[in-house]
């Protein structure tokens, strides 16, 4: 098990920018795939991005493609996710997750493939 702890949420206009962070516990962060998920008041925790241990690899969904940009740094034990252009539908809470398996081929979209989940940051974006 990793320990995950988020920051950097809060209240922004539509249109505005924020950037998460994600810290993890343990030493080997490097060799973990990590991901963002999200989840809105009475929806089902839905994925948002994720990044592979080298940072070679990285996938979104489609409703935050060009607009969420998700990076780590394996010194720092830290995965970010900037978020700019944000909507109101962009509103929920944010989870970090992590695992440790290989992005490519893999269902990492689901939330049942990531077994370290951190507390969520609440981000609210108004309109």
């Known amino acids: 098990q990793v320990q995950l702890v988020e920051s950097g949420g809060g209240l922004v206009q539509a249109g505005g920018s924020l950037r998460l962070s994600c810290a993890a516990s343990?030493?080997?962060?490097?060799?973990?795939?990590m991901g963002w998920f999200r989840q809105a008041p009475g929806k089902e925790r839905e994925f948002v991005a994720a990044?592979?241990?080298?940072?070679?690899?990285?996938y979104y969904s489609d409703s935050v493609k060009g607009r969420f940009t998700i990076s780590r740094d394996n010194v720092k034990n830290t995965v970010y996710l900037q978020m700019n252009n944000l909507k109101a539908e962009d509103t929920a809470v944010y989870f970090c997750?992590?695992?440790?398996?290989?992005?490519?081929?893999?269902?990492?979209?689901?939330?049942?493939?990531?077994?370290?989940w951190g507390q969520g940051t609440q981000v609210t974006v108004s309109s």
């Open positions: 997750a992590a695992d440790y398996f290989t992005l490519a081929g893999s269902n990492w979209y689901s939330s049942r493939m990531w077994g370290s």
């Open positions: 343990g030493r080997t962060f490097g060799s973990l795939a």
């Open positions: 990044i592979s241990w080298s940072s070679s690899t990285t």
